[in-house]
């Protein structure tokens, strides 16, 4: 038995169609600011930094200034796509010695230590003055007006100022002024960022006196917030001793590492799938992860499944497992390690993972040999990955996969790097009437993790603690070397032309929720909102991202709307299934065309926050 939440054919919300412009975006009032801006005659890249820059306000828990903004986007103009890397490096400063010194294992999840470039402000206004038509004054007016005078307060934001805002007045005294005074907000409630909406007054200020054009006034804009306030107001901030679980240190991010950044233009990584053509950004994210899963399922006949049927699940949970197991052996930034890309998207490279996909869950962590070469695993996974595992045969999987001998103390024994607090992310897709479309998955710079800047009303980044400090890894920490972030905007193209925009917040799940939503779409024929609304399932396997890296082999989280005989099938499979409420795994959203010509555009109901709007 099949059990579905939404009886065939029938959708939690409309499904948006129209002619003239579509967005899509992980809050409401960013969508609607996007949809602004396209009523107001900007193109698909002015609506997005504009949904952007109120993601920065609304959602200070998901993403901020201070984060990172990855982007994959079609330019009509140039029937061309084009990935923006939106990804800070590490600072100059930050190597594994100074790490190891103050006693760590891991790079922590909170605090300065774990600070890149922040590069958000940097994406967006490059999007601008690359293909973008409007002011940045325009494009930034929504995000001032809801700094300025308020914006109601998500029920998780609440949550998160409630749990760790009590922990701020003597440790994190901007934070806690910030957003705990007099007490933390309750849902709904109204609140705003008045600090932040002077940042924003200020970069505009300096824009308009040192720029007469509009790309004089965005590169002025740059240069206030990489050069100038912005920059000295950080730089300052990060050499300020802290006390926290470490003792007394400073952070390691200089002024002169944010003046010798610019976010760049790249090409993306792209496979085919029958009849249809992904694009991701490079193995600096893991968005080729989605594009092996996708190869390695070429090998099934996924259009004789039904959505939600075990099968479908048991298969694709096993496909994320290989995919995910060669993101850790062998992706990095490419400028600083060679990756076998190539090499992993190949046919016969997938077609030969694709025979390690059996009747059984498997318990291991195996990343495959690309050109016949040893894959190499962080040392610290064995330790870190044994307890989850429920014996002595499987707590030595990750050694048998090819993780190299180690000796030390047991992971505990490093200094404590302090409690994990991390956030989430925040996305954003619009399609134009021109054919532009973009995708953007801003993140990072969560105000429970980093403290407030006193005087910018926003916070560093934390994504270096997706670095590993051993040494010789495609991911190991080096000066100006990008992390292996997770964030994953995608772009579907057929016949040459765009035909979705799609991303999803989610951390390590990101290529995970939005695999089963491009199968139900492009395999089994649902409806763009129909493929958001279906159940959705992932797995834990594979050691995350982030700080601590715990994993936890053989898992599946899945939500009971699959329905108790799948679950149970799962079970029997070898799967190690939590069952999680329904309408709590993921946060789709997704733009494009359909074969009338139509725009399309769908949003998760998940969360009661997600909305698509267009016309």
């Known amino acids: 038995m099949v059990a579905m939440h939404l009886p065939p054919g029938f959708t939690t919300r409309p499904e948006i169609k129209g002619t003239f412009g579509m967005v899509a975006a992980s809050h409401w009032l960013a969508a609607q ?4 801006m396209l009523e107001r005659g900007g193109n698909a890249f002015d609506a997005a930094a504009t949904a952007g820059f109120v993601l920065e306000v609304v959602e200070p ?14 330019s009509a103009a140039e029937s061309h796509v084009f990935v923006v890397d939106g990804q800070g490096p590490a600072p100059a400063m930050a190597t594994p010695e100074r790490f190891l010194d103050l006693g760590l294992e891991l790079v922590p999840g909170t605090g300065l230590l774990a600070a890149c470039v922040p590069a958000a402000l940097g994406s967006w206004l490059l999007l601008l003055e690359r293909f973008g038509t409007m002011p940045l004054r325009e494009v930034l007016a929504p995000a001032v007006h809801y700094a300025r005078h308020g914006f109601p307060v998500l029920p998780v934001l609440s949550r998160v100022l409630a749990e760790v805002g009590r922990d701020w007045a003597t440790s994190w005294p901007a934070t806690a002024e910030l957003w705990c005074s007099p007490q933390p907000p309750s849902p709904g409630e109204r609140r705003n960022n008045e600090v932040l909406a002077g940042t924003y007054e200020r970069i505009l200020r300096e824009a308009e006196v040192g720029g007469r054009t509009r790309e004089g006034q965005l590169e002025a804009a740059r240069r206030a917030v990489y050069e100038g306030f912005v920059a000295e107001a950080i730089d300052a901030f990060a050499r300020t001793p802290v006390h926290d679980e470490l003792g007394v240190h400073e952070g390691f991010l200089r002024g002169d590492d944010l003046a010798s950044w610019r976010p760049s233009l790249e090409e993306p990584v792209r496979r085919r799938y029958r009849d249809i053509e992904v694009a991701k950004t490079g193995p600096w994210g893991q968005g080729p992860v989605l594009l092996q899963q996708l190869g390695l399922l070429e090998g099934f006949d996924i259009a004789d499944l039904a959505p939600g049927r075990a099968e479908l699940v ?8 290989l995919a995910l197991a060669d993101r850790e052996a062998w992706y990095g930034d490419p400028r600083f390690v060679e990756v076998p890309l190539e090499e992993l998207l190949s046919g016969h490279y997938c077609d030969g993972r694709q025979r390690l996909v059996g009747e059984e869950a498997s318990l291991e962590l195996r990343p495959g040999r690309p050109g016949g070469c040893s894959p190499r695993l962080p040392a610290l996974l064995e330790r870190l990955s044994a307890p989850s595992y429920a014996g002595p045969a499987e707590a030595s999987a990750y050694h048998r996969a090819g993780a190299p001998a180690h000796g030390g103390q047991p992971a505990g024994a490093g200094r404590s790097a302090g409690p994990a607090r991390p956030g989430d992310t925040c996305h954003v897709d619009v399609v134009d009437r021109l054919g532009n479309m973009v995708s ?3 993140s990072g710079g969560w105000l429970q993790s980093s403290p407030a800047i006193p005087g910018l009303g926003f916070c560093l980044g934390t994504r270096a603690q997706m670095f590993w400090l051993e040494e010789g890894l495609p991911n190991s920490l080096a000066p100006g070397k990008r992390p292996r972030t997770t964030l994953s905007p995608g772009l579907v193209l057929r016949d040459g032309a765009p035909v979705l925009a799609f991303g999803t917040p989610g951390g390590d799940q990101q290529d995970q929720w939005t695999l089963p939503f491009l199968l139900y779409h492009f395999d089994l024929g649902l409806g763009l909102q129909e493929s958001i609304d279906a159940a959705n399932w992932h797995t834990t396997h594979v050691p995350s991202s982030f700080y601590p890296r715990d994993a936890h082999p053989g898992s599946v989280a899945a939500e009971r709307t699959l329905g108790p005989d799948v679950l149970e099938d799962l079970r029997r499979r070898g799967h190690r299934v939590t069952e999680l409420p329904e309408w709590s795994i993921g946060r789709v959203t997704a733009v494009g065309t359909d074969e009338r010509g139509l725009l399309v555009a769908g949003a998760d109901p998940r969360n009661a926050q997600a909305y698509a709007t267009g016309r």
């Open 61 to 74: 828990h998901q993403n901020g200034p201070g984060g990172e903004a990855p982007m994959v986007l079609w």
């Open 314 to 321: 048991h298969l694709t949970t096993e496909c994320a497992k």
């Open 33 to 36: 600011a996007g949809m602004g």
């Open 440 to 442: 953007a998955t801003p």
